[in-house]
């Protein structure tokens, strides 16, 4: 079975511009969470999509959106990029009735640098 | 008070070394315990789940879960080379519905030299 897939791996930007990445989840999963990786907060959650609904949310800014497709698919948009957003961003999916408690399956990444 | 806390490291040892990797939480809610494995450049990866207190072994690897003092741990035995990589813990609390919040420490990063 194809693991989590993202596009694009890596991705620079200019402050100011905005910036849309893509997640496909494992076949059959269909709660998509997203996550901004930085070496000094850690791993902090975005937001989480369950059938095409924004289920649950983070403490990020407005500026940072996200979607999720009837098949499952998910994207995430950043507006008015900031230094600060430079990031890997995590896609992670799961099948949320599994009874494991959310455990979840994480894509590569993509590597977002904001100049 | 951080609901997980995590010494991020770095944690240095010798290969055929016994690794301990540790967390703490405040979250007395937490049901479902689990490890992440990240190697530089890459996802995280799933290497250890645990529902209950007590021991779960895997190969080389041992999740160990006290819930009663609130502490998880991770045992590495006979560490290799290839066991450098960031390692996250992550539990979850149950929030309504079939919706599960999911929690992660910060990581340990552990360097195994040969």
């Known amino acids: 079975k194809a693991g989590v897939t993202q596009t694009p791996r890596y991705l620079i930007k200019t402050r100011g511009q905005q910036v849309t990445l893509s997640c496909s989840p494992i076949s059959g999963h269909r709660s998509v969470s997203w996550y901004q990786q930085t070496p000094g907060q850690g791993l902090q959650f975005l937001f989480e999509?369950?059938?095409?609904?924004?289920?649950n949310k983070g403490n990020f800014p407005g500026r940072f959106s996200g979607r999720q497709f009837s098949n499952s698919r998910s994207e995430m948009n950043v507006s008015t990029l900031e230094l600060g957003d430079s990031a890997l961003y995590l896609c992670?999916?799961?099948?949320?009735?599994?009874?494991?408690?959310?455990?979840?399956?994480f894509g590569p990444g993509t590597r977002l640098t904001v100049l | 008070q951080k609901e997980v806390e995590q010494d991020p490291g770095p944690l240095s040892v010798p290969e055929g070394a016994i690794v301990s990797l540790n967390c703490t939480y405040s979250?007395?809610?937490?049901?479902?315990f689990m490890w992440y494995r990240q190697y530089s450049r890459k996802g995280p990866e799933l290497l250890m789940y645990?529902?209950?207190?007590g021991n779960k072994e895997d190969g080389r690897f041992t999740a160990q879960v006290d819930k009663s003092s609130k502490y998880i741990s991770l045992f590495i035995r006979d560490s290799q080379p290839s066991d450098s990589a960031t390692y996250l813990c992550?539990?979850?609390?149950?929030?309504?519905?079939?919706?599960?919040?999911?929690?992660f420490g910060k990581g340990t990063l552990l360097t195994v030299n040969p």
């Open positions: 992550a539990m979850s609390a149950y929030s309504g519905g079939s919706n599960y919040k999911l929690t």
């Open positions: 645990t529902y209950s207190s």
């Open positions: 979250n007395s809610a937490f049901q479902y």
């Open positions: 992670a999916s799961s099948l949320p009735t599994s009874g494991r408690g959310n455990e979840q399956f």
């Open positions: 999509y369950f059938s095409e609904t924004q289920r």
